[in-house]
């Protein structure tokens, strides 16, 4: 009995901070990857990595097991093994991936009923999904029994289980509700949604046209209820030419930590928002570039969200010298993800030269290309583990 699912961290190219109010954003999956493998073990106790399980160390895992795992019904205990070349906790979306992957595995390993046979959510007897609302993902793990959460169609008929049994936008929902808790209740789906689905992943207040639409999501934060539309966006003709070189500083820094401090600003300075909504119309100005293919206008907008994401205090003196130092090979550069240390992000046709000026700089440096794949499920063997009532 062995289920190993695996996804992809991924790369901001413009608008990270003012999505989480709402504003338009771009995020790509990029080559390197989390593979989380899950084993059924005698007894009661978790076993992560060969130790204990701590939830408390581990609430992403601790989370997706009260949605997706509940002993109450007979679920077994699990030995879970993460591997990946994803550097933790430097903006690349380890923590989302390593989500996605692991509620992958877990559906997979578990299975999900059917009313009938069929593979779209109106046949599903459970589960979690945008259109359906009655989801409970965003509650808390003192609530209801949600793993074993009655469905409002009562008849069971089939039992799908391994890769048949997983869904994306399923992943995507459980991990932004771990994202959300982790990050004290401010959290856009963008992580969540680019490990699950790959390739390019376009947020916007509105439905977009020339890109295909996903689904909705909506938070319910502390200041205000977030709606976001989610869509897909594809490689744009040219893309094959133009590289993503990451480099990354070395400096941890939680991003929980560095979006409240967003938060706090905005909240002593109201009129501060008025740079978060300078951001979402540079975020436009990328979008419409990228759609087109304009990659010099696409690195234009990244620098100038640098300039912006700098003001608002989220870069760091590290970061600022590896953008520096990309600058003259590359098209555009900025910080990825929540700042204040981890990764920046090149746009480059010479991946070669960008490297070696961030490395020369003091950074490490991961290549990327565009349109890598979201999550998979590597392996389903001896599914389901247990027969979920
Ligand atoms: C973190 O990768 C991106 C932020 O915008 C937070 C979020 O979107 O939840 C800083």
Redesign the pocket.
Known sequence: MKVEASAPG?C?LF???A??FGQP?VAVAIEQRIQVSIEAIEGEDWKLEGMRFDPKKHPHIDTLRHRLWPSEAGAPALSIQVNGDIPRAS?L?SSAALSVAASAALRAARGRWLTEQGSGTEMWAEGYASTINDTDAYGSNEGPKVGLRPSKVQHKSILCSGVEAVNEDECALLSHAV?ASA?GG???P??ASTCAHGGILLLSDVIEEDANHLYQRQLEMSDATRTWQLHELTVPKGGDEVYLVIGNTGVHAP?SA??AKVARAIERNPERMKEIETIGVISRRGILALKQGDFEAVGRAMTENQVMLQGLGVSCPELDALVRAAAPSALGAKLT???GGGCMVALTRDPKATSEAIELAGGRTLISTFGNDGLRVEMAQGVPFWSPA
């Open positions: 991924k901001i608008g990270e901070h999505v989480v954003a903006g979306g994202e990050q401010r959290a856009s963008m992580d991003t560095q979006v993800g929540a700042g």
